[in-house]
T-cell receptor, first 113, second 111 residues
């Protein structure tokens, strides 16, 4: 068990809808990272937060947004969902913000029908 | 170029054999090179990592070989076991920022 908690484990929704994925980092970790994993794209970095502030941005669509709250948990919001957004979304955390040793949660499987 | 190219895509090795997975990169700003192991239904887990000033790092049956001049690094799994069957990802960190992952290698160790 990595200590990173992601909810829900599975999410099934329809095109055009909006969903929120939640992540609780390991105790003491200040950084949260979001990754998208799909069969054809592998693990794609979306965004990183460090102690409540956005630290780095990757290939995150404008329809997606994230935030990290004062208690350090993070939420990834996906809106106007399309079929192509179906993927496994991982949250990871680390002690610092240097993107080194990451601890991954078990992911949220999103299915857009 | 913020990419890490990983090969092979899949690999079948007999129990007791050596599994070798290769990765190549272009960006000299990469400063940290970890390998992650992922089992079905789980998130990736850090297996072993190396910094570019070291040519080899060994932890148990797992060894990273790093060739800075060739911009290549590889994972060797000695005495491969069926429990090693998983997907392996190489990764590279850009200047104390994000990790960029390779596309993954599915390893199957046959009994």
């Amino acid at each position: 068990d990595s200590g990173v908690t992601q909810t829900p484990k599975h999410l099934i929704t329809a095109t055009g809808q909006r969903v929120t994925l939640r992540c609780s980092p390991r105790s003491g970790d200040l950084s949260v990272y979001w990754y998208q994993q799909s069969l054809d794209q592998g693990l794609q970095f979306l965004i990183q937060y460090y102690n409540g502030e956005e630290r780095a941005k990757g290939n995150i669509l404008e329809r997606f947004s994230a935030q990290q709250f004062p208690d350090l948990h993070s939420e990834l919001n996906l809106s106007s969902l399309e079929l192509g957004d179906s993927a496994l979304y991982f949250c990871a955390s680390s002690v610092g913000g240097a993107g080194g040793k990451l601890f991954f949660g078990s992911g949220t499987q999103l299915s857009v029908l | 170029q913020q990419q890490v190219k990983q090969s092979p895509q899949s690999l079948i090795v007999q129990k007791g054999g050596i599994s070798i997975i290769n990765c190549a990169y272009e960006n000299t700003a990469f400063d940290y090179f970890p390998w992650y192991q992922q089992f079905p239904g789980k998130g990736p887990a850090l297996l072993i990592a190396i910094r570019p000033d070291v040519s080899e790092k060994k932890e148990g049956r797992f060894t990273i070989s790093f060739n800075k001049s060739a911009k290549q690094f590889s994972l060797h799994i000695m005495d491969s076991q069926p429990g090693d069957s998983a997907t392996y990802f190489c990764a590279a960190r850009i200047s104390f920022q994000k990790l960029v992952f390779g596309t993954g290698t599915r390893l199957l160790v046959s009994p």
